[in-house]
């Protein structure tokens, strides 16, 4: 099992980060990524500002990627969090899930990227394109709701 958690203001290359988790391996038959990016809102944001504990988001990624690896028979993930400021069209996240079969691979993605979405100690503060410094970030209502289906739904 390889696994690699990262919490770095510096961009990463999701290609590279998945020839790293995948190369030499005859037991992966699935590598499922997602990416996030910073959009621009509709041109009303200049850039999100990311901000983190560290020591404890590194800690709740952990855990979170342990309990996928419980739920789910995984051979390698990869979880890549940025933090600074982030412009519109630049990488924020990276999760990569490897697996024997698709199904593990893609549940476990999501189930990290929903808890990563929800759980993991960032925080998001916009700057408008006027210059101006908006608000801190509230978690929706529907990505609680992703989170949520987690508790009920144990392993595939």
Same mark, same amino acid.
């Given at each position: 099992m390889r696994r690699k958690i990262r919490i770095q203001s510096e961009d990463f290359e999701p290609g590279t980060e998945i020839a790293e988790l995948t190369m030499g391996r005859s037991d992966i038959g699935a590598v499922v990524s997602f990416t996030g990016l910073c959009r621009? &809102? /509709?041109g009303r944001l200049a850039a999100l500002e990311l901000e983190h504990y560290p020591g404890m988001a590194e800690a709740e990624i952990a855990r979170v990627a342990d309990e996928a690896e419980r739920r789910w028979p995984l051979s390698g993930l990869t979880i890549i969090h940025r933090f600074g400021r982030i412009l519109p069209g630049q990488n924020i996240v990276l999760v990569v899930t490897a697996s024997g079969h698709r199904r593990a691979a893609f549940e476990s993605g999501e189930f990290l990227m929903d808890y990563l979405k929800t759980r993991a100690p960032f925080w998001k503060r916009e700057h408008l394109a006027g210059? @101006? *410094?908006? /608000? #801190? *970030? @509230?978690?929706?209502?529907?990505? &609680?709701?992703?989170? &949520?289906? #987690? *508790?009920q739904t144990k392993s595939a």
């Open positions: 621009d &809102e /509709g210059g @101006e *410094v908006g /608000g #801190w *970030v @509230e978690a929706k209502d529907a990505d &609680e709701a992703a989170t &949520e289906r #987690w *508790v």
